[in-house]
């Protein structure tokens, strides 16, 4: 076997462990997939295709790539279409936009889920904004479609981070969960990448030739996550196995399935 094969069949393991854990997917599922553009969404993409395929569970996929008018970060259309047309997936294309000043909707970082209706007085920053205005497209899409899952490209690392961030910023112990059930509408936010480390998922994406963003966010280093993965780093220097125990807690703690 390549690299890339190996690499590939590593990735899929965990990809079908995940949902066999936290039963992620289930016969008859109609699945939106978030595709930004971004390495993780187009793994996410393809791991999800080539299930649909085994028929175990019977499952539908389509994507949305959603795209802010008012903020130049993005793939080239051409690219996706043509990345999902190989693999048998409807993409939908949709536009929006965000004005910077404008307050938005809560949403905690555990979850970022649906889109409440009521506003706050305090204005968000513009990456929570142009986050809420994506997330809010994606939900309406799945609901004209009918979808009762949305599946985000968030992989082990992206889910440790969060939880560091709420500890450090928030005060409390909490996360991004694999499955994220909603009381208020038909529809679940899965994370199917859950078990997968982002060094996995970089090293396929070269060796892929996965095609990436063009990043221009005027806004992109104005988080604190850049911070928080940095600081991850050092602990993971400290302690190897880190990541794992950080992972053991949350399980312990019914943190990676919840309902919102």
Request: include cysteine; glycine fraction near 4%; aromatic fraction near 8%.
């Amino acid at each position: 076997m390549t690299e890339q094969e190996q690499l590939f069949k590593r990735l899929n393991e965990r990809f079908v462990r995940a949902f066999a854990t936290y039963r992620l997917l289930e016969d008859y599922d109609y699945v939106l997939i978030g595709l930004s553009g971004g390495k993780d969404s187009l793994l996410l993409t393809e791991l999800l295709a080539r299930r649909a395929r085994i028929l175990h569970p019977r499952f539908r996929v389509e994507a949305v790539h959603v795209r802010m008018e008012n903020i130049r970060y993005e793939t080239s259309a051409d690219y996706l279409q043509q990345f999902c047309s190989s693999l048998d997936v409807p993409l939908h294309l949709v536009t929006t936009r965000f004005e910077t000043l404008q307050p938005a909707a809560t949403a905690d970082v555990r979850c970022a889920a649906a889109p409440q209706q009521s506003y706050p007085q305090k204005a968000k920053p513009p990456c929570f904004l142009c986050s809420w205005h994506r997330r809010k497209q994606l939900f309406n899409l799945a609901q004209q479609l009918g979808c009762n899952k949305i599946a985000l490209g968030h992989h082990r690392d992206d889910i440790i981070h969060t939880t560091l961030m709420n500890l450090t910023y928030q005060g409390r112990f909490g996360t991004m969960p694999a499955l994220l059930r909603m009381r208020k509408m038909p529809l679940a936010i899965i994370r199917p990448l859950c078990l997968i480390d982002e060094a996995d998922i970089r090293r396929y994406a070269e060796l892929s030739g996965y095609q990436k963003l063009v990043k221009l966010c005027p806004h992109e280093h104005d988080t604190n996550r850049t911070a928080i993965a940095d600081l991850y780093n050092r602990i993971e220097q400290m302690n190897p196995e880190a990541r794992y125990s950080i992972w053991r807690a949350l399980e312990q703690e019914g943190k990676l399935t919840e309902e919102y």
